[in-house]
């Protein structure tokens, strides 16, 4: 895990969140929580690095289900849904301000993917960018639709120091 912050115009980079001996108003993971095998663990020390009222944002690869092939190459120990991360959270001292899937059209992909996609977990560039241009803005009208509480390919989490 990284951490950048400003000290006398100096920036400095933390590779071991148990170096980092300040405390933050805000920490934000951004698809790094599924690559750290003691995931709960890890929850508690961000807590513990939070200021009181701190906010972490999470955003996370979603559905167990979905995990194929190219989660394994890229290094993911797991998926989650969002009762377990709420759970997660609620273990670690968070208050959740907000939890839900985001990518809607992307878990069907995925799954088709993990059905008949590349064994060794490598993905078409020109499929990728098809989806980014026209499947990934019509997911975000259903993630709308659907308040992002049925599905999801991501989760994304806001969640509070209690």
């Known amino acids: 895990m990284q951490k950048f912050y400003q000290n006398n115009d100096k920036l400095k980079l933390y590779t071991d969140i148990g170096d980092f001996d300040r405390t933050a108003d805000l920490i934000y ?7 750290i095998k003691e ?5 508690k020390i961000l807590n513990d690095k939070l200021n009181a009222d701190g906010v972490l944002l999470l955003y996370l690869p979603a559905f167990q289900c979905l995990y194929s092939s190219m989660d394994k190459k890229v290094g993911h120990y797991r998926r989650y849904t969002r009762p377990r991360l709420m759970s997660l959270l609620l273990q670690s001292g968070f208050v959740i301000e907000q939890c839900r899937y985001v990518d809607f059209a992307g878990f069907w992909v995925t799954l088709l993917y993990k059905l008949i996609g590349d064994k060794g977990g490598k993905i078409n560039p020109r499929a990728l960018v098809f989806f980014d241009r026209i499947i990934f803005p019509l997911s975000r009208l259903t993630d709308i ?3 992002g509480k049925i599905c999801g390919k991501n989760i994304f989490c ?3 120091k209690r």
């Open 158 to 160: 806001i969640a509070r």
């Open 145 to 147: 639709l659907t308040f």
């Open 29 to 35: 993971s951004y698809n790094v929580l599924e690559h």
């Open 39 to 43: 995931d709960a663990l890890i929850l």
